[in-house]
């Protein structure tokens, strides 16, 4: 900027004015297409997210489900404890492995086990 300056004081004033309201249109420019960006970023940062979360609930409530189906379990309790994970790959192991599951004891154990890795 400081180099700018010196450059412009070499040259007449209307030259100088001229290239001045170049720059403050490249900069202005700038501005905008960073605002721009950003907006767009944050959109699709947003839509990633919420697609990523729904399907978190997604799983929870697939858990939930199949919980109260298979063992009878209260769904309220289950979603407590599931909640606690926010990992979709996590979610989508422990649901795996509840398949496998041949008693409600053991499908508590298996959630409350895959609760424990992540806190961990």
């Known amino acids: 900027e400081e180099q700018l300056n010196r450059e412009l004081g070499k040259i007449n004033q209307k030259e100088a004015s001229l290239i001045m309201q170049i720059t403050t249109s490249w900069h202005e420019k700038g501005k905008i297409e960073g605002k721009i960006e950003g907006n767009i970023e944050g959109k699709i940062e947003g839509k990633i997210e919420g697609k990523i979360e729904g399907k978190i609930e997604g799983k929870i409530e697939d858990i939930c489900k199949f919980m109260n189906r298979r063992f009878n379990t209260d769904p309220g309790g289950v979603r407590e404890k599931v909640q606690q994970v926010a990992s979709l790959e996590?979610?989508?192991?422990?649901?795996?492995?509840?398949?496998?599951?041949?008693?409600?004891?053991?499908?508590q154990a298996i959630i409350?086990?895959?609760i424990a890795r992540v806190l961990q």
Do not use: M
Request: charged share 35%; glycine share 4%.
């Open 90 to 107: 996590v979610l989508d192991n422990l649901l795996e492995e509840l398949f496998a599951a041949n008693t409600k004891e053991e499908a």
């Open 112 to 114: 409350d086990h895959g």
